[in-house]
């Protein structure tokens, strides 16, 4: 019976060659043709070079060399013959072949270099990609208009060390295998380190000739320049086993995830690009449509290339996804909305599906938020089961869209990654870009269906343009109970009840019958205020170096712009290791304050500020390391120039560091921290510094 099953598997695919062949034979064939005979299957090797030339749209293509003089002078040009015969002895072609087929390969880089004004590097693995090319035997008009394409089409722009491709691809990870990108944090193995030849040459550079060309024939079939992501996500996953238990260090672990694509056989290839489909389709679409101008020669959408992706807390997700993947059938990516913006502002308006928490809890009520962060994942599960369209696997956290506001809504992000919570993603945009876009479609016109998108607590639906609430006639339900679901879970989540879990379980599973709004309104405490320490009559408003007195204790203005990162701004070595106990124990140490260092994208580390006489130090904890911590800071006292706080959350001070003349204050390092009992650790730290100006003025 299963050699029967073989014998019919060869002959399907006797049939589809001759097929694919016919097709191919009679000219006018286009790849999408191709890809309905081929349906994924690894290309006949005599029919390659024809489906290749196909998919990369160069069939019929002119010599672009042909009125090239021919000249092999560039000032790197024996480097580039180097590295090309280098190639040619890796090839079986007879001996009167490869001199012929040496040039060929030279002058299709060399051309490239003067066309593209591009300098030529050994690092580029620009032969590395021309190999699969070189196999296929092509002529050379061929040969160079198939390695521009691939150039142009599938290899990204900056794709080198620290090169914007690679920080996009550890937002993927991140987003997919949260604790596995965690581990090569720690070990501080970024993508570039050891996926730097994995995407530059396409996978060539580590695996056979057969393997590559297995590889391109999936890749190039797909005519979708992302898909090597997901192709170089499965290797990192099915490593991921490996990666986890390695003791070695870091330079051993680089070459073995490195090298890893070169463990790739013929037999692999099929599960590889499965995998790679099931990921793909389990990624948001943003992930392409945000950063389409990483491929390609035009240079329109650049300018939407000033996103730092190195700074980014994970993936972000346009705000016209959201409002689009909840609608749709059937599989795809589905969002779980968490709204992390202020009570007040929620309950002005908010997106009708999303599910309210408040950043402000992580530090005001910790007990309180750990709950709510508990009901949140119930709820998240109930509306999934109870195909609810407010359900999602994917965790999507929604702020204001104001980079101050959403500092909080950082933390809470921070805390759902170090939990290693996969598919977490952040509103693009924030709830602006919410409003923005809902205008620009024209949300409140009579002839579309948008308008039950905008909900307010208090009843009635918010105003596209304006915060304030508005009377709407179809305030009351959107046919499926959303609004006045979300509306009961805030309750829920606010209500201090043991059956806090039960109540929003049961507002989920109750979507389909529309319920009346439930008001909800909150009167926030009035939080006292860092207390101030400096008044206009203390010693410090005495000049100093001729110049006015710059430092102070206040409490933060709601938009402050001297946000630097101090990383850079230390003047001691950050990477030194040293006993925590030991240095508390210093003769020379006078305060010794526990705290978390809070990083302005939300992350959190375990710190200890140590004060001396002169300097203040913060000790970061080595979680991998007992009693051990990082010298993450080391700044000079009379550097400090204010220390705020924020009037909701006194115990979030910041420590800003510069220095002054006559032109007035420089900003030159910021650094956070949540700190116990702030109030006391300013006050020692305040009478601190004021002891070292009034030594320094005498």
């Excluded at 691809?169 to 720690?186: A, G, K």
């Excluded at 079939?221 to 996500?233: G, S």
């Excluded at 010693?539 to 007195?549: F, N």
């Amino acid at each position: 019976m299963e050699l029967l099953k073989q014998s019919a598997e060869v002959i399907r695919e006797i049939v589809k060659e001759k097929e694919l062949a016919d097709a191919l034979e009679e000219g006018g064939c286009d790849l999408e043709t191709v890809r309905n005979i081929i349906q994924g299957r690894q290309l006949p090797a005599d029919l390659r070079a024809k489906v290749w030339k196909i998919a990369l749209n160069v069939v019929g293509k002119g010599d672009s060399l042909a009125s090239w003089d021919g000249s092999l002078d560039l000032p790197e040009q024996s480097i580039i013959h180097k590295d090309c015969q280098g190639l040619i002895d890796q090839l079986s072609v007879p001996e009167e072949e490869k001199s012929v087929l040496l040039v060929d390969i030279e002058s299709v880089i060399t051309f490239y270099c003067k066309s593209r004004n591009v300098k030529y590097s050994s690092c580029l693995g620009w032969i590395h990609l021309l190999k699969p090319l070189v196999h296929l035997r092509l002529p050379r008009s061929d040969l160079y208009n198939c390695f521009y394409a691939i150039m142009n089409k599938f290899i990204p722009r900056d794709c080198f060390m620290k090169g914007r491709p690679f920080h996009l691809f550890r937002l993927l990870l991140q987003y997919h295998e949260p604790e596995l990108c965690s581990f090569l944090d720690t070990k501080k193995m970024t993508p570039d380190s050891y996926a730097l030849n994995w995407l530059g040459s396409l996978f060539s550079y580590y695996c056979s000739v057969e393997v590559t060309q297995a590889i391109w024939d999936g890749y190039l079939q797909q005519a979708d320049p992302f898909f090597i992501y997901f192709l170089m996500l499965i290797i990192l996953v099915n490593a991921k086993d490996v990666i986890l238990a390695q003791q070695s260090d870091k330079e051993e672990m680089i070459k073995f995830l490195e090298t890893s694509p070169a463990n790739l056989d013929l037999e692999d290839i099929e599960d590889l690009f499965s995998l790679a489909q099931y990921y793909c389709s389990k990624t948001p679409a943003s992930f392409r449509k945000d950063n389409h101008s990483l491929f390609g020669s035009s240079l329109l959408g650049l300018k939407d290339d000033d996103t730092d992706l190195s700074q980014a807390l994970c993936l972000a997700v346009s705000v016209s996804e959201i409002l689009q993947a909840n609608q749709q059938q059937g599989e795809g990516v589905r969002f779980f909305v968490v709204d992390c913006r202020p009570a007040e502002q929620y309950n002005a308006g908010h997106l009708s599906t999303a599910f309210h928490l408040d950043s402000d809890l992580m530090l005001q009520n910790p007990s309180e938020f750990a709950q709510s962060v508990k009901s949140l994942l119930e709820a998240q599960k109930q509306s999934i089961e109870s195909g609810s369209i407010a359900g999602g696997e994917h965790l999507c956290f929604m702020g204001s869209g104001r980079e101050e506001e959403d500092m909080y809504m950082n933390m809470v992000l921070a805390h759902f990654l170090q939990k290693n919570k996969e598919y977490v993603s952040i509103a693009k945009g924030g709830f602006m870009a919410l409003q923005q876009h809902l205008a620009d479609i024209n949300v409140e016109g009579p002839e579309n269906g948008y308008g039950h998108w905008i909900a307010s607590t208090s009843g009635s639906r918010s105003s596209v343009n304006s915060s304030v609430d508005g009377d709407s006639p179809n305030g009351s339900s959107d046919g499926k109970g959303v609004k006045s679901l979300v509306n009961k879970m805030t309750v829920a989540l606010k209500t201090k009840s043991v059956n806090v879990k039960e109540k929003v379980i049961s507002f989920i599973e109750n979507t389909s019958t529309p319920v009346d709004r439930i008001p909800f309104n909150i009167s926030w405490p009035d939080r006292a205020s860092l207390e101030r320490h400096v008044s206009s009559s203390d010693r410090v408003g005495k000049p100093y170096r001729g110049v006015k007195p710059v430092f102070s204790i206040g409490d933060e203005e709601e938009y402050d712009t001297d946000e630097i990162d101090s990383s850079s701004m230390s003047d001691d070595d950050r990477k030194e290791v040293v006993n925590i106990q030991t240095w508390i124990n210093k003769p020379d140490v006078k305060y010794n304050f526990p705290c978390n260092e809070v990083k302005e994208n939300g992350h959190m580390f375990p710190s200890h500020l140590l004060v001396t006489a002169t300097h203040m130090y913060c000790l970061r904890e080595i979680p991998s390391r007992k009693g051990l911590a990082y010298i993450q800071s080391r700044q000079a006292l009379n550097s400090v120039v204010k220390i705020t706080s924020k009037k909701k959350h006194p115990e979030l001070i910041t420590f800003k560091y510069g220095n002054s003349n006559t032109s007035g204050i420089e900003i030159l390092a910021v650094e956070r921290y949540l700190i116990p009992n702030a109030g006391d650790a300013t006050k020692a730290i305040k009478q601190q510094i004021m002891k070292v100006l009034d030594a320094l003025e005498s």
